[in-house]
C-alpha cells in the first residue's frame, strides 16, 4: 500500500513539475526583444531615433553568467520597457558551437570585441551612433544595479 501511495505522489510531482515549466517557458516568449541583427544597422537606427546601441556580448551557449544574465534582466517586463523606449539591441556573441553564428557575423563580434577591449562576458557596451563607447559595464552582477547604470547612460545621451 506504501508503495502505491509513494507513486501517486511522485507521479503527481512529476506532472506539476512539468506544468510549472511550461507556465515558465510562456511568460518567457512575451518578453522578446527586438535585437537589431547587423552591427551597421545598430548605428544607422541609432542615429536614426537618437538612441545608444546596447551591445551585448555574451557567450549564449557556453557562458553560465551569461545564461543567468539573460534570463534576469533581458527576459523581464522591466527591462523590454526600457529597451523598447530607449535602446537598440545588438548582440555580439561568441559561442563554441560556431554553427550558431555566421562566420561574417563572428567576425564582426570578434573586431569589436577588440575595439571595446571586451576579455571577459558577460559584458554590457553602450556606443554612441558613431560607434563611440558611452558606457561599459563587465561581468554579472545583481540585476537590480544594471537599471540605474542603464538609466543613466540614457539621460546622458
Known amino acids: 500500500m506504501k508503495k502505491i501511495v509513494l507513486f501517486f505522489v511522485v507521479c503527481f510531482l512529476v506532472v506539476s513539475n512539468s506544468n510549472a515549466q511550461e507556465q515558465i517557458e510562456e511568460s518567457v516568449e512575451s518578453h522578446s526583444l527586438n535585437w537589431v541583427t547587423n552591427y551597421k544597422a545598430a548605428l544607422k537606427k541609432s542615429k536614426k531615433e537618437k538612441k545608444p546601441v546596447l551591445i551585448y556580448f555574451t557567450g549564449s551557449d557556453w557562458c553560465g553568467p551569461c ?3 539573460d534570463k534576469n534582466l533581458f527576459h523581464t517586463d522591466k527591462f523590454k520597457a526600457i529597451a523598447d523606449k530607449d ?3 545588438y548582440e ?3 559561442p563554441r ?3 550558431i553564428v555566421s562566420p561574417e ?3 564582426i563580434t570578434n ?3 577588440r575595439k571595446y577591449k571586451v576579455r571577459s562576458f558577460p559584458t554590457l557596451v553602450f556606443v554612441n551612433h558613431k560607434g563611440k563607447m558611452i558606457g561599459y559595464k563587465k561581468g554579472l552582477i ?3 544595479y544594471y537599471y540605474p547604470f542603464i ?3 540614457i539621460e546622458n545621451y
Do not use: G, M, Y
Open 67 to 69: 545564461k543567468v544574465l
Open 87 to 89: 535602446l537598440i539591441l
Open 92 to 94: 555580439a556573441d561568441t
Open 97 to 99: 558551437n560556431k554553427d
Open 105 to 107: 557575423k563572428l567576425e
Open 111 to 113: 573586431d569589436l570585441k
Open 142 to 144: 545583481l540585476t537590480e
Open 151 to 153: 538609466q543613466s547612460v
